[in-house]
Nanobody
Framework: QVQLVESGGGLAQPGGSLRLSCAASGFTFSSYVMSWARQAPIKGLEWVSGIYSDGSDTYYADSVKDRFTISRDNAKNTVYLQMNSLKPEDTAVYYC??????WGQGTQVTVSS
């Protein structure tokens, strides 16, 4: 069956970094645009970043541009989100998804001193 499993979340200090991973199985990963979205407490779901199936193009929300980098390894069926210069407002549960159809269970990111 389809699975998306996120990892790499945790507690980081403001200005720090975290790298999220999302391991996919059960579908043809290399054919799907992959994205990251997040949901902060008492807020709606916010799209964060996306990457084309072959990695040729990437997209970012204005709130994370120049701080976050999305990448993928189709040989490992994994998509990554490198998060630098973290801010308290980046605190949220982060979800990876495949074209908005398949979703992971999420990983908590907390940015606090």
């Amino acid at each position: 069956q389809v699975q998306l499993v996120e990892s790499g979340g945790g507690l980081a200090q403001p200005g720090g970094s975290l790298r999220l991973s999302c391991a996919a199985s059960g579908f043809t990963f290399s054919s799907y645009v992959m994205s990251w979205a997040r949901q902060a407490p008492i807020k709606g779901l916010e799209w964060v970043s996306g990457i084309y199936s072959d990695g040729s193009d990437t997209y970012y929300a204005d709130s994370v541009k120049d701080r976050f980098t999305i990448s993928r390894d189709n040989a490992k069926n994994t998509v990554y989100l490198q998060m630098n210069s973290l801010k308290p407002e980046d605190t949220a549960v982060y979800y990876c998804n495949a074209r908005g159809v398949y979703w992971g269970q999420g990983t908590q990111v907390t940015v606090s001193s």
